[in-house]
């Protein structure tokens, strides 16, 4: 069982920039697939990256790729996305998931661990 916590997220300016966190509770954290996925209002959720067991492999969206960035401390039991130059089309809640396997995946249906997500607003 994995729990995880987000937080960072808020309101800020097209163009500006912020730094989620999730935090897993556990001690396996290494031995799990990481990912950010967002939601906006009447949509589904969509996939913005993900990270493999050890951060050697990541892939990201099209929408975000260049902007945004995502890492891990296994050490720490945290991933952060690092995301820049924001835009309005950003705004969502963002959350994390988790899942065991080594591969990252772009698959929501993948990850069985999730957060409560944290509100990100752009404002242009």
């Known amino acids: 069982q994995v729990q995880l916590v987000e937080s960072g997220g808020g309101l800020v300016q097209a163009g500006g920039s912020l730094r989620l966190s999730c935090v897993a509770s556990?001690?396996?954290?290494?031995?799990?697939?990481m990912a950010w996925f967002r939601q906006a209002p009447g949509k589904e959720r969509e996939f913005v990256t993900s990270?493999?067991?050890?951060?050697?492999?990541?892939y990201y969206a099209d929408s975000v790729k260049g902007r945004f960035t995502i890492s891990r401390d296994n050490a720490k039991n945290t991933v952060w996305l690092q995301m820049n130059s924001l835009k309005p089309e950003d705004t969502a809640v963002y959350s994390c998931?988790?899942?065991?396997?080594?591969?990252?995946?772009?698959?929501?249906?993948?990850?069985?661990?999730w957060g409560q997500g944290t509100q990100v607003t752009v404002s242009s």
């Open positions: 998931g988790a899942s065991s396997g080594s591969s990252p995946s772009r698959n929501r249906y993948e990850y069985n661990y």
């Open positions: 556990g001690r396996t954290f290494s031995r799990y697939r």
């Open positions: 990270i493999s067991m050890s951060g050697s492999t990541t």
